[in-house]
């Protein structure tokens, strides 16, 4: 069974950080990309960072840009998300994906229609 489980999600004050991962099982390809999306109350849902499994390319959106850090672990097949430097603003329920790249790609696509299979979602709330 394919499947995408996620976790590390929780409150933390602002300034503080928090370390997503999202654990991986049932696939054979390695021709694919990880992604966290988030969408936060009465917003529309928006991609955060994704990376490139076969070469480890990454793209960041702007606003979480020099604060969170994208990384994966090949033997786990385990994508992370470090976010350092938190915000109120990031306050969301927090999705990775999963989705077919090319394995020489090194563009991480933004669009969530991309992605065919997503996890359940793990809540992070900033607040002080």
């Known amino acids: 069974q394919v499947q995408l489980v996620e976790s590390g999600g929780g409150l933390v004050q602002p300034g503080g950080s928090l370390r997503l991962s999202c654990a991986a099982s049932?696939?054979?390809?390695?021709?694919?990309?990880m992604v966290w999306f988030r969408r936060a109350p009465g917003k529309e849902r928006e991609f955060v960072s994704g990376?490139?499994?076969?070469?480890?390319?990454?793209r960041y959106a702007d606003s979480v840009k020099g604060r969170f850090t994208i990384s994966r672990d090949n033997t786990k097949n385990t994508a992370y998300l470090q976010m350092d430097s938190l915000k109120p603003e990031d306050t969301a329920v927090y999705y990775c994906a999963r989705g077919p790249a090319p394995y020489f790609s090194t563009t991480v696509p933004a669009v969530s229609s991309v992605y065919n299979t997503w996890g359940q979602g793990t809540q992070v709330t900033v607040s002080s």
């Open positions: 990376i490139i499994w076969s070469n480890g390319s990454t």
């Open positions: 049932g696939f054979t390809s390695s021709n694919y990309a």
